[in-house]
């Protein structure tokens, strides 16, 4: 039993693509020493580079390199048979060519799984949304975990990114409308091409409408739960009334938002205006996530809501840590009373 749930950890970490110093290798080393059979080695290797979703959207190539070299590390501390299949795996690798983009697999408490189509430089195209970020992660869970405040409702996130977030919430919560949004074209190309990736199909008529060969039956099969799904390319400083009006969310939700201080009024502005845009005047509720980077921004978001009339409250942490295997503790989630 220890061993299966050692090898699912392995699994959880690298079809994410988590740091390879977060690995339970201790563990593994441990566990090896114990026992010299290679059983366990070889599940980790078909639960990591040779599973399905690893085979069909594969990380990095040296990602995966970097990881087989340390499993075999591990394999030959321990003086056993060499096993084949290691070799033969890392060689196969080594023969691949390197790519500038690579896929993260999240798996869901549901079974499903969130594939993500990313860039593999932080920063890219001149932005740095063409990757996920912790807080996007640790907002998933959070929204798991508290799927009343999405279910049949209409959400809208503010700097989408590539996706993670509004794909899991769309997969596990049940929203009636989930409104996608960002501002930079790289990043909602991205965006529109993982949301067809994870078999969703976009409402006709929403930003860079991409047709994927992963939209087909798949897609069909599930559309009676799907949530209306909509892209928008929303630029908080020259936001209309007209677009904000159109949108009437229930909720919003954003991750890693508030990392420059410039910003900062900005979104608040927007926030206000989004507020007061709904029809039936009652004001949506707003969950903002955040990785603590520079505790001054942080502080300056705080005060400046308060300037604003904006009442604040920190969300209890939540339990699960599903997607989260290394993410430092400094995410917190707020609450916003508009």
């Known amino acids: 039993m220890a061993e299966r749930e050692l090898a699912t950890r392995f699994q959880r970490c690298f079809l994410a693509a988590r740091q390879l110093p977060s690995f339970p290798w201790a563990e593994l080393e441990q566990n090896l020493r114990g026992s010299p059979d290679s059983s366990l080695l070889v599940d980790i290797l078909h639960k990591t580079i040779l599973h399905p979703l690893s085979v069909k959207y594969p990380p990095s190539t040296k990602y995966r390199r970097c990881f087989l070299t340390e499993l075999i590390k591990k394999h030959e501390s321990t003086a056993a048979e060499p096993l084949d299949e290691l070799y033969d795996t890392l060689a196969d690798i080594l023969n691949e060519e390197e790519s500038t983009h690579c896929y993260k697999n999240y798996l869901l408490p549901t079974g499903e799984a969130v594939t993500l189509s990313e860039s593999v430089a932080i920063i890219s195209g001149g932005t740095t949304g063409l990757i996920t970020w912790d807080a996007a992660l640790h907002l998933a869970e959070w929204a798991i975990e508290n799927s009343a405040v999405f279910g049949n409702r209409t959400v809208l996130e503010l700097g989408s990114g590539i996706g993670f977030t509004g794909i899991a919430i769309c997969k596990t919560c049940k ?84 990392y420059d201080p410039e910003i900062i009024l900005v979104l608040i502005g927007m926030l206000q205006k989004l507020s007061t845009s709904r029809a039936d005047r009652k004001p949506p509720e707003v969950y903002i996530a955040s990785t603590i980077r520079n505790p001054d921004t942080y502080h300056l978001f705080q005060a400046e809501l308060e300037k604003a009339g904006i009442r604040w409250q920190i969300t209890p942490a939540h339990s699960n840590t599903g997607f989260l295997c290394d993410v430092q503790p400094n995410v917190t989630i707020l609450q916003l009373f508009m």
Not at 226 to 240: M, Q, Y
């Open 175 to 258: 929203p009636k409308t989930y409104i996608f949004s960002d501002y930079h074209h790289c990043v909602l190309k991205q965006l529109t091409e993982n949301i067809c990736l994870n078999g969703f199909v976009l409402e006709p008529g929403t930003t860079q409408h991409i047709q994927t060969e992963s939209q087909g039956q798949e897609a069909e099969a599930m559309n009676y739960q799907t949530p209306k799904l909509i892209v928008a390319e929303l630029d908080w400083g020259s936001v209309t009334e007209k677009q904000l009006l159109d949108l009437q969310p229930d909720v919003i939700i954003a991750a890693d938002v508030i």
